[in-house]
């Protein structure tokens, strides 16, 4: 009874460290947490980057050029709501997630990844889209959205207001 008390107290002490060191790795990418509306979480990140994520999020915050500054996100589950601030050049923000990678340098998008698919959306500005694995690329704008599946074409469609509707409640917006 003891082993198994004191393999459940371990599990839990390393639980809670994986946290810390995953808040600390975010948060030494600039970006800071706050809990918003409808259960989301706020990351605001110095460089004017805004994440919302959706309550049960996964998600990793990356610093790719090792600069202090998030660039990227990689998304394993549910949604994000994601805001660039226009910068001319440079390299693009990027959210990966496992079928798909959207990629920007001003705007404000979501992004949500199921199991079968990745559906992003654009509110405002213009976002790349194309598959992990490379292939064709498209480009949405505001109102815009596309279903990136494993196979089939990617296909640039005006969502209708209840499907946007659907996905900005479940962001708090």
Same mark, same amino acid.
Not at 2 to 17: D, E, N, T, V
Not at 58 to 68: H, P, T, V
């Given at each position: 009874? &003891? ?5 459940? #107290?371990? +599990? @839990?002490?390393?639980?809670? #460290? ?5 808040? +600390?790795?975010?948060? &030494?990418?600039?970006?800071?947490? /706050? ?17 919302? +994520? ?17 660039? /990227? ?7 994000? #709501? ?54 064709? &690329? ?28 659907? @996905? ?6």
């Amino acid at each position: 009874m &003891r082993g198994i008390a004191r393999a459940g #107290l371990f +599990a @839990l002490a390393w639980s809670l #460290l994986l946290v810390d060191y995953a808040a +600390a790795q975010q948060a &030494r990418a600039g970006c800071t947490p /706050s809990p918003s509306a409808a259960g989301t979480q706020t990351w605001r990140c110095d460089n004017g980057i805004t994440i919302v +994520a959706e309550n049960g999020a996964r998600f990793e915050l990356k610093d790719a050029n090792r600069d202090g500054h998030i660039d /990227s996100v990689e998304l394993s589950s549910q949604a994000l #709501l994601v805001e660039v601030p226009k910068k001319p050049g440079g390299n693009p923000f990027k959210v990966l997630t496992p079928r798909a990678i959207a990629a920007v340098r001003g705007t404000k998008w979501a992004v949500d990844v199921t199991e079968a698919k990745t559906a992003v959306f654009v509110a405002d500005g213009r976002v790349g889209v194309s598959r992990r694995s490379g292939g064709r &690329r498209v480009v949405l704008g505001p109102g815009e959205g596309v279903d990136v599946e494993a196979t089939g074409p990617l296909t640039v469609k005006t969502w209708g207001q209840p499907r946007v509707d659907a @996905l900005m409640a479940r962001l708090g917006q």
